[in-house]
């Protein structure tokens, strides 16, 4: 069983991408202040540009960078998979390691205990075979796809944690999981600020069943006060 998470070769399939030299990767990181070494460096832009951290990335011992151009700090000779846009390449990656992925995977969405859950739940399902899990709270656009792209193709589960904040945000991350089980762990006021009542915010907790696999299971909790409503919401994608 290899210690790779991915090789130059995949990697570019996944992409499109183009690599400067063949490599191996260990691990993925979008951090250079929690980059291990041996991982790959995906140089996303946001608040601040990934590509002015690619040399510091190398100082730490990043086996790749994954970049959309060269940075001006960095010889063309380092290992560089060079995509059109990072961000799309990371969603490459994830939908590459999904399709390779033959475990079992449960998707964890709420108001609250999101992130205590998926930690229960990895823990519980460790005693049935080797478990993968999002990391701390990475349940937005880049973590739930830096957790698919982290996952090792001979792990037995996956433990993916789905957030939002904002409307139609749950149903894309659905569909890039498409996991064989749901699990809405309850409905409150968290999100009103983005939602006209609550009764939008089940709506949109229920999107998870939108990439729910055929014959997938949705867990729902009795004991919540929004119980009526999930269930109304989730009449529309007839899932167990």
Known sequence: MSDSLWISYEAALATGGQNTCDWEASGLSIDT???EQGDMFIAISGSRDGHDF?????????????VSHVPKNVPC????????EVSLAL??????RRKQFKGKII????????TSSKDMLAIVLSS???????????????????????????????VVEIGMSNKQEIEPLSLLVRPHVALITDVSEAHLASFENVDDIAKEKSDICCGLRKRGTCIVSSD?????????????????
């Open 33 to 35: 202040r929690t980059l």
């Open 54 to 66: 690619v040399a510091e990335a190398f100082g730490k011992g990043a086996s790749v960078a994954l």
């Open 77 to 84: 000779t380092k290992p560089l998979l060079i995509v059109k």
């Open 91 to 96: 969603q490459g990656l994830a939908l590459f």
């Open 107 to 114: 998707a964890i969405t709420g108001s609250v205990g999101k």
């Open 128 to 158: 049935f075979g080797q478990v993968s899990k999002a990391e701390s709270s990475f349940n937005n656009h880049l973590g739930v796809p830096l957790t698919l792209a982290r996952t090792h193709v001979y792990n037995d589960f996956l």
């Open 224 to 240: 919540s006060q929004k119980y009526t409503k999930l269930l109304k919401h989730l009449q529309r994608f007839g899932v167990k």
